[in-house]
Structure formats: structure tokens, C-alpha cells
């Protein structure tokens, strides 16, 4: 298959996040594009995401001695620049020629944690290898056939890596019009995958979700643990009943995420699940959040409500398409500044006082659109 | 008179219903698109009804063990593909010249139960014919002329329908300004009524709607229930009231509706109805629900509401006006493949599931608009 | 000074009062119309009048035996086909040559009540003759110089007339910049209060108001009441506060309103303050509600939350300005005949039912906008 | 630096405050203006501002005994033609080549309170020169060396000027992306603070606050209280704690603002901080509210919420751009005017029956938009 997309190296000039969307979808084929940016069906979901930041209100404090704010954190051993990383997407190829390869090094430049997909464009010891000693994850969608998973998690030790991550909220994929619309299928190949799935060129996203598992329950979670011996986040969970499903069945972690508003249409923003998470979790293990994560004030807001760490999806995914690695590691340190600004104006002087500081309920809906609608089709 | 519609029979690509409707508007005249499409007033109600889903919201679960979901189920005996019924629309030639012979076979090729309106366009024994043993059930305009009615009541059972659903949110037309703005007149006839509306051609709503009966009442229930002999479905309670009301009368089950927004404008949603409703009803006789439904999230969250079914108004008459049966059977599978997604994502294996699945209130107003809006005159 | 504006006289054929206002900016000169639609500084309060009849909701009922509702009312003795009246207006050649002379007649014809402003456009005795027996009241805008009051109050005794209302919420003109963008001057005389303001011709609404009385006070009811010995109704209270304080002063009726929202910007709907007012006066005496009324079911609205009569402002206006008497008599019959729509499809008979339909508070914010907006300046 | 901006002096024709900040678009350099007129992040904060004022609503009181409504109030001893005060502005030569000696004049020829800014483009003496006698205060934005800010306080006190307002909640400079995208830098020298920041012309507002203190302290409060001798008003706080913590250091008041929503995008409006504050404050020292006052409406709700004075500063600066000292000076008596008016319709006489009037919560959000957005960039 002939794809041809951004092949960018280098550092790249924008203002926020929104901006390096518009750029990277100039750089981006039409129909990888709008696999990256789309959401499911009416995409209220997708619009809830960054809404939802403003259902919470940051009351500044002053007077609060505070100095260059340290945004400095550590997870699992791990000594962080800032709670951020990388959350799993499928196969950067589709924004950059370099694929994981790039994001990963950039990741790693950045020096924070690494989730790789199931679904990566390129093969587990290059990115491995890209990250040159930064810690690094796997994301999995797990095989019908658990043979299968036992050589993939075979591998995934192999590489070194710190944790698993089971995505609990993508069996299908989600009704996403968009790629309907642009008749999009994969055009490139899924190398980690390709045991359960060898043939993703020129499927689509349907397709490729059907060849994963669907009946997911907490036995799976149960199997990597006991069989990698590494920790399990369950990605998925958006509610109490959730939370104590897959803490019953041995998970390490919770990752809150509604899957950037790819999966399922008419549920809450993920940063409104965060709230009751947090507290069903009640600090036993990590919270690790994403979904609509574009502004330094969103971290801010979710660390305060609760997560250790967030995840970047879509924004990082830009910064490969306009800038490889570099955009990557830019994308990284613009979302750090930002928390450091807001650090600053809110009066905390580190990642342990926003968990300690108190948001306010907004007794308003925020009307005020923020939203960064996009011609995706 | 010369009227002159869409005659499409066969399959139709489309990707949601919102296309299917910018569809159907091409091919079918102006006035009567506008009389299919439009709502009462400043349709204000038209536009809660379908915001009025996003009130509830769906927090997918996760780890349920879930595959292939079935969405299968039995009501009254029958056996349905899915909880999606034909609702009663009247004179199906406005959409499709073979009107009511179509959508009725399109119906029956689903699976599904078909309801023949009073003022159908294609007499009885032909729809009946078309549904080729498909599940009948009868909406009924009452006349003034008990003797009429009678005599509509034994031609029904001669088809031998299964229900009536006695319409009671409509004993006059509402404030349809499209209709108005357009100078639309009804160009075809009503056979069913012709004993007491010989000349529908050329006559108003307004007209037609006079012609039945206004002065409805819990003995007009008890009349055809004694009469018939068959199950009366009582269209129109919107609240505890009604309901008891209405049960109290011999009432054999209970349609939230408002009617498409097409009756009184100003009133709630009748999704933000149906909570009440089913309260009220507690189980005691079957639950059916219209109005707003364009989405499988939409019939989840109806069913986890209490509906027992929904039924598709608009939408099957958009897929007769562009595929005739074919296009009508294709809205009905479209829904349930929605459905079965959507059930998939929310961690729940069969219909029964939903009934005890739990929305969450959304404590925010849903601020984006997901309504389609149309230039209708 | 050379005024010439609408001299039409006779049927108008419009859909609904939106539609007729747009009508009506087409015949009318744009200062003229500017003043009469517009809104005090930002408009806030004007558009949240129109907005605030979906703060409540009529729930439908069914199988209430209704046919053929009844919108007859009495008020004060007088037998009233709906009840709705005409409230004060000022300067009605504004908006037709022949003013009130031709609003009067059209509001006669109608059957219903006619409250003359005090700065008609056209004298008493003239008025008088028009509504050839038809009820009368008088607007007062109070002199400074109770002189001259008492000579008005003479006068307007000597007409026959059964009512006066004290205007109590615009002591001074409201911040209206459409008047100040279009240069807006009073190009017509207002006889009735000549002797203290004898030179309105060219003067801006500002000098009209400060002409009058601006520390009005109880002692002002009072004072009409006592020496006119006709019913007092005050028009302006929109609290618990401001009701008690009108009743003890001797008010016969309370008239709530916010002058159409060309008074003070800032403030609620004067649907929204209509509830509360209603419980305070606890039916000691009548309630009249203006503010907003465009719709049937806003009149249905107003008398379900405790009103006694409705009256018209604008939209009679927008009648005379496009056909004279016969224009302001569609108004009128227009409002009726939407009302008995309602009226049937919500289950009620009579007036007497409305105000004893209980109204369902709607807990989501109405954010369909329904209002109309014009290009004003 | 080649920086040409407005010269305007003289009277200014214009209806509003919206239509003023329009006008002075026109005469401001666009990078000056953007600096001026943006807000920091998404501007959601920003907007909430203006859409803030109407959470609380005036129900108007009528039959009041009220004429000519008295705005004069009296604050530290000062007489005040209204409790309308000058906000502390950055770089007035950006809008208009006098500056602050244009603004302080046009603030005294008004009879009211100048607060001039550490960042002043004119220096202490012509600004006090400018006052001619009229009330001076100082805002301080602190330098890293103690030295510097006695020396500063030296002058400031050499100036006679009566208090000192320290500005905590903008230690570094909001995330003001108009800035960046304009390429804004400062074209002017601040001879004020030039001790500690020597080179402004040609730097970003990034480099300019940085070089002031980050690290403010309740102990910084208490140095400027013990070395001034003059009364400190804590600029920042908007909430309890904020409020204890500045009286604790012995704050002299506290001035309620969100600087603009210019510095923490994603807080609350300052209007909604301000019933907070005002609480927690329970009168044991004055109240200042800035941020979003356009309106006279507003000035009554910050009153009637607990604010003694509210301080203008982008109104007055377009005042400053469009008419020189006539134009500051006409801004302020447009804001007494509109104030006066809606103290008429209120139904209060004096600035203290607004602080015994009961504002209204809006049980509803308030959907439309009265915020005056402009393009920028």
C-alpha cells in the first residue's frame, strides 16, 4: 500500500495545542487524520472531554511563598519531569514515517514513561530500543488465543518493561463515522499484533478490533499478572462497581480514560469519572488519567482530583506529525510549562500540594466553548 | 391530484440517520417533507427530544465477560430481533409511492411487529398482506360514530391484528407551521377512515384531525377494549396521572410519546417523560416508547429507563423514501447493529441486562447540539 | 415634523407573531420601530422573557373528555372571550397613522379590555369613541403636580373608565441604546398629559419620562384611589416585598411585569417573578402579567402560574402597524386560537382548569433559543 | 523604539463600553490593544467575567419614594463622586503617547481615586503632578531586593500618596497567548520600577514580571504595612483562606479581582469570588472589586454584594486611547450615570441602600451572550 505522510524532524513553532492540532492535519493524510482526531457517533462524549475541565474551578491562592513550582514527580520508582506520559496510541506511522520509533526517543528525550500499543506500527525492540533506557509499558489488547498472549507477554519481559496495561474499554471499536466517511482503513502494518492479526493492511478499524478479544473479564486480568509477574493497570474503569471489579481481580493501578471519546458516545467526560475513581480507589493504588488532556490547567485539575500521572493521546501524536521526535518532547515540555504557570498563580510549589489542593464545584455550566472543532471529512 | 414522490426501492448507503433524513429530503416534495420532518411551534420540544438523551448518561462497564451481544427479545409472544417496532405514521405515500405496502414488507423482512396507522394511505388488507404473517398492531383515530369505530374495530380483527394503540395525545392537530408555511394539503387518501373522512385529498391537517374524534376518554378505552377483545396500548401518558388514568380504563400497556414534538410544542421531552412513566407503571403492564430515537446509545438508555420497546417513526419513513422496504429494513438493522455496539461497550449481554443497568443523571445540561437542523420551507 | 409611517387597514396574513413582527420593521420607520422593540442594555432581560415560559412545562394530559375548550373569562364583571387584554402602549402613531383610534377599535371588536397610556398618541375622548362601549382603562404616569393629576383623573372619569393602573416601574426611561443609535425622538404629540408636558414633539423618551413623576411612593396609590374611587391596579412588583407594600396602600390588582424589558436590564424574566408574586398576593386580588407573551401556550403558562389576565403589548402594535383595527384584532384572535390548542392538548376545558393545572418545573436549563432577533439599528 | 499610538484629547461619542473598546481598537497599535484587551489561556475565565454579572439578579423595587438617586459616596475619608475608582493599569502610553499623565488627570477632573501601577510608563512626581491634589495609591509589584522596595516606598510616600495595594496574584504573567502571537514586546520604559527592571523596551510581559518577586508572603505584607505606615490592600484573594491569610499580615483591605482573567485561566469569575470574600471579610475592612465592570447593573451587584468600591481599568484605558483625559474622564461619569439610573429603577436612593439590597440568585445559567468578543490577531 502506497501511504504516504509527514516524514518531519525537528522543532516546531506553535502557540498551544489546539494550533499544533490545525498544523498536524495539514501534514497528515485526510483519512489518518481523521482516525486520530474523530470520536464515536455524535461526538458529544469527545466534546464533554475538555468541557468537563471547567466543571471544576481553580480559586488561586496568593501570598503562598511559592518560587519556580517543582513539577518533579516519582511513579513506581520512576523519578519523573512532571506527572506526564505517554498513553497508548495505534500506529504512529500513520502521523510520522518514523512512526513509534520517533515518539518513543522523543518520550524518552523528555525522560518520562512510554506506553506502547498493541497495535504499534513498529516492532517492540526498536521502540525498545528508541527509548534508550526510559521505562517503557505495553498496552494490550489481548488474543482469543492465549497462547498467543503468553508469547506476546513473553516478549514484552523480553524488552524490559515496567507494567502492562489492559484495555478494558475497547473490545470493538467504536462507531466512528469519520472513518466511514473517508472509507479509511489501516495502511500500514501492526508487527506485535500480527500473530492474532497478520494482515491489518487495508482493514478496517472494525476488523482489526474483531481479531482482538472481546469477552474480557477480571480471569484476564488475573492471567497477565500471574504469568508476567508485572503490574497491571486496568484501563477503563469509570466507576466504583469498576474499580472493585478489577482491584478483586489483582490490578496494580486504575487508568481512567474513556478512550478520548473514540468508544462509546452519551457517557460522561473521563474527567467527570475521575472524581468518583479517585475516591473508590481511596489512594490503594495509582490512578493514571486521559482524555482531553490540552491545557496545563487540565493536569492541574486532574491531579487535584485525584490521578498520579496523566496521559497524553492525540497531543503527542501531533507533535510526531509536525516534528518527530523533537514535536514529540515539545509537546511534553509545553504541557509542562503550563502546569508550572498554573502552579505558580495557584500557589502550589509541588505535584503533593495540587493533591492537596481543593478544586471548587462550578455551579455553573460552563458555556463558554473551548472546544477546537475540526473539518474532518 | 398530481403528486409525484419518491419511488426508490433497494439498499441505501448511509452512515447515520441524521444522513438518511438529509437523504430522504431530496427525493421526497417539499410540502410533504415538511410535514414528515417538521414539529409544532417553535419547536422547542422537537429539539429537547433529542438533547433530552444526553440527560442520562451511560458508564460503560468494563471486565462483564461480554461477546457478541444479543439483542434479542420477545414481547406479547413475539419474538423480535431487537426492542424496535414500526410506530404508526400516517399516509406512507407521501415518502414512497407504494407507501404503506413497502415500509410494512420492510418491517416484516426485520422481524419486527409493524403498527398500521388510521390514517394510512395503502388500506388494510394490503399492508396486511405485505407483512406476509409479520406481528400487526392497529393505531387507531377514533371516530365520532361509535358505529364507525365498530365497524374499523372488525375490519382490524379480520387482519388479525394484535393490538390497537389508541393515539390520545392527538385529538387535534398541533401548531405545525411548516404546514402552513409550505400551504401543504394531504394529496393522497386515507382509505382506513374514508367511512368518516371520504375526501382527504386536498384537505388540511387541521381538516383531518377534526374529522376524528376530540372528546376522548377513559371509556373510549374501555369501549375498544370490550369490543375488540385484543390488548389496548394507550399513546400519550406522560405522567403518574395519566398513567393511572389510563390503567384504570383497561389499559394493556402504556407509549410515552409527545408525538415527535409534533403536538404540543412547550412540553418535556418524552425521554425526560419516560423515568416518570415507568415508575408509575411499576411493571404492571408493558411499556413502549417514541420520540427522539435516531441512535442505538439513544434505545439503551431508553430501555435502561423502562421502555420494554421503542418504536421508529421518522427514521423508517426516511428509509422508504430512499430505499423503499429495503431502505426501512436497513433503519431497523441499523439500530440494532448500533444497539449491539453500544451494549457491547457498556458491559451488558442481552436486553435484560439493560432493563438493570444504571444511568447516571448528568448534572450538566448537555450544551452541544447534536440536533440536525433542516431548511424545511 | 414630518412623521409618516404605516396608514394599513385591514386583514394580514401572518403564521405567528414572530413572522408578524418582521412585518410590522418593514412598514414602520426605524427609529419608530427601534423604539418599540428594543430592550433595555444588553437586552439580557428582554431575551430571558421569552426564554423563561420553557423554565416550565406543560405535561399533556390525555383522556380528559375535552372538546371544543372554553377561553371565555369574566374579570371585574366584564365577560371576556380569552382572557387576554390590551396593555398600555405609548405612542401608538408610531406605528399607524391612525394610533390608538384604530388599536382601540381592533381591541373592541375583539371583545376584550383596552388600557389607554397615558401618553396616547390620541386624546381620551377619541379612544373612547373607538372602543364604542368596550371596557377602558387608564395607564397613569403621574405628574408631579397632583393638579394636574386630579384634573387627569376627572377626565379620565368623565370617560367612563373602570380602572386605573399605575405604571410604578418606570419612573425614569431604561437605558435604551437603539433610541440613542437612531437619533430617537417622539415625533408625535401626547395629549393626554399636555399640561405637563406640552412639547413632546422632537423630545427623547428621557425628557418624556423626567417630565413625570419620579418619587413615587404608597401615598400615590392612595391618592388615586381616593380620589378616583375606581380599583388601583399597580404595575411593576415583582416580589413578596413589593406586593405587600401595594396592597397596603389600598392596590386593587397587581400587573406583573418588567415593562417589556426596556426598564432594567440585569433583572429576571417577569415570567420568572410572576410565581412568586401570584403566592404572595394569594388570590386577595386579581394578577395581570405581561412580558413576553408571543405564543399560546405562554398565555397557558402565565394563567397555570397564577395570572388572571395576560395582556399584549408589542404584538398588538405590530398589528396596528400592519392592518389598523383589523391587524390588532387577528393579534388578539391569533393568541385565543393558539391558547385553545393548547388548552385541548394539555386536557383542559376552561380557564378555571388552567389555573388549576399544575405546571412541571423543567430542571434543565432551556438552551434552544426561540427568541426572534431583529436588526434594530 | 519606533511605537506610535493614539494622541487623541477631547470628548468621545459613544453609546457604551463596548463600543468604546471598539473604537479604541481602531487608534491602538495591534499588538498594544491585544496586550490590553486579552485574557490569559482559553479565555474562559475571561468571559466568565462578564457572564458572571447576571448569576445574581435585581429584582426592581417599586414605590420607593426615590428621585435623583445619590451616588456620592466617602472611602478612607475621601469624598467620591461614586464608588468608582482607577484600577492599577500597566504602560498607559500603549493607548495613548500622554499616558498616565492624560489617565490621572482625566480620574481627578472625575473627582475619584488613581491607583497608579509599579509598571507606570510615566514616573511617580508627573503622575502626582496630573492628580492635582485628587487621591493617589500605589500598586506595588515587588522587587527580589528589599532596598528596592524601601527606596520605592520612599517615593511613593514622598508623593503623599495614601495607600499601598500589592498586587499577589500576578507574580509571573499569565499564559496570554495574543501576546505571543502578536510578537508583543514592551515599546516603553516603566521609569517606575527601572531599578529592578532597567531595560523593559523591547522585553515580554514574561520578562517583565519575572524580574518582580515570585515568592510573595504574608511577611511581605507585613514589611510594607511596618515600612510604609500606610494602609495595604491585598489585591488577589478570593476566598476565605486568602482572606485570613491577608488580614492575618495585616492587610488594610482586600481588592477582589481575578486581575482580568489575564493571569489563571480556569478559576472562577471574580463577581462569583466576590460573595465569598465579602463573607469571609464581614466588614472588618473595605471591599475594591475589579475584573469585567461594563455596566452600570454591575457596579450595583458588586455593591450589593459586599464590594465598598469597584475599580475600572480596560474601560478606562479605552477611555484614555479614544479622548486622552476627556475620554478617562467620560468613562467614569458613563459608569455613574448607568449606575444612577439602575438605582432609580432599583428603587434605592443612596450607595447604601445598595449594600442592604437583596440581589437575586439566578436559578438558571445565563445562556445569552452580552461579552464583546473581538478579534485580536
Known amino acids: 500500500m502506497d501511504f504516504k505522510t509527514s516524514n518531519a524532524e ?49 480559586i488561586p491562592h496568593t501570598l503562598m511563598d511559592v518560587e519556580e513550582p517543582e513539577t518533579k514527580t516519582t511513579f513506581a520508582g520512576e523519578k519523573l519531569p512532571a506527572p506526564i506520559i505517554m498513553a497508548p496510541v495505534a500506529a504512529h506511522r500513520l502521523a510520522n514515517e518514523k512512526g513509534e520509533a520517533a515518539s518513543a526517543k522523543g518520550v524518552a528525550d523528555y525522560g518520562s514513561i512510554y506506553t506502547v500499543s498493541s497495535y504499534s506500527s513498529v516492532d517492540l525492540p526498536k521502540v525498545t530500543d528508541a527509548l534508550h533506557g526510559a521505562p517503557e ?4 489488547y489481548f488474543s482469543k488465543d492465549n497462547g498467543i498472549n503468553r508469547h506476546i507477554i ?34 500500514v502494518k501492526l508487527p506485535i499484533v500480527a500473530e492474532y492479526l497478520p494482515d491489518s493492511v487495508g482493514k478496517s478499524m ?9 469477552k474480557l473479564s477480571p480471569k484476564d486480568v488475573e492471567f497477565i499478572a500471574e504469568y508476567s509477574g508485572l503490574p497491571v493497570y486496568v484501563k477503563g474503569p469509570q466507576s466504583k462497581e469498576d474499580v472493585d471489579r478489577a482491584l478483586s481481580a489483582g490490578a496494580s493501578g486504575i487508568w481512567v480514560t474513556n478512550h478520548g471519546g473514540r468508544q462509546l458516545d452519551g457517557g460522561p467526560a473521563a474527567f467527570d469519572s475521575l472524581q468518583e475513581v479517585a475516591k473508590a480507589v481511596d489512594k490503594r ?29 492525540r ?8 516534528g518527530g521526535s523533537a514535536g514529540v518532547k515539545q509537546v511534553f515540555e509545553k504541557m509542562e510549562s503550563e502546569l508550572k504557570l498554573v502552579m505558580q498563580l495557584a500557589g502550589t510549589q509541588t505535584i503533593e500540594d495540587i493533591k492537596h489542593f481543593e478544586l471548587r464545584d462550578n455551579p455553573y455550566d460552563p458555556s463558554f466553548d473551548t472546544s477546537n472543532d475540526l473539518k474532518l471529512f
Open 154 to 187: 513473553d516478549r514484552v519481559k523480553e524488552q524490559g518493561m515496567k507494567a502492562i496495561v489492559l484495555t478494558a474499554d475497547a473490545m470493538v471499536g467504536g462507531n466512528r463515522e469519520t472513518d466511514a466517511r473517508n472509507g479509511f482503513t489501516f495502511p
Open 137 to 140: 509499558w505495553f498496552q494490550f
Open 10 to 58: 525537528g522543532p516546531v513553532d506553535f502557540i498551544n495545542l489546539d494550533d499544533l492540532e490545525k498544523m498536524a492535519q495539514k501534514v497528515v493524510p485526510k483519512g489518518a487524520f481523521g482516525y486520530i482526531a474523530s470520536g464515536a457517533g455524535d461526538t458529544f462524549t469527545l466534546h464533554e472531554n475538555r468541557r468537563s475541565f471547567n466543571h471544576k474551578l481553580i
Open 206 to 214: 472494525d476488523y482489526v478490533y474483531k481479531s482482538a478479544k472481546q
Open 285 to 313: 493504588v495509582p490512578v493514571i488519567f486521559d482524555s482531553g488532556i490540552r491545557r496545563g490547567q487540565h493536569i492541574f485539575k486532574a491531579i487535584a482530583s485525584g490521578a498520579d500521572l496523566v496521559a497524553l493521546g
Open 315 to 322: 497531543p503527542a501524536i501531533y507533535g510526531l506529525a509536525t
